[in-house]
């Protein structure tokens, strides 16, 4: 499942007026994604968790946003906007 599939016929709220525990990982995931389109910081601040292509960081050593263009042994490679390696 992705952080963007839905459970299928899956109740959205159980007995107790709390997301059941299907659509609680999917809010779950969903919150990871919204937090890490906000973040910032220094270049050695940048995420090593939570990795994936595309992901956005604004870089306040740099001054610009930087993305994360591959990812292989859990290591992130970081471009530009103009595809250059940062």
Known sequence: ????????????VG?????????????SR????I????QS????????KVLWVGRRFYDTTLGYPVWVH???G???TWHNGAGAVV
């Open 41 to 48: 910081g220094t270049t050695a601040q940048r995420p090593t």
């Open 1 to 12: 499942m992705s952080g963007f599939d839905y459970p299928d016929n899956s109740t959205l």
């Open 15 to 27: 007995d107790d007026k709390m997301a059941t525990a299907p659509w609680a990982g999917v809010f």
């Open 30 to 33: 969903w919150h990871t994604i």
């Open 70 to 72: 591959s990812v292989a």
């Open 35 to 38: 937090l890490s389109a906000q």
């Open 74 to 76: 859990g290591v992130a």
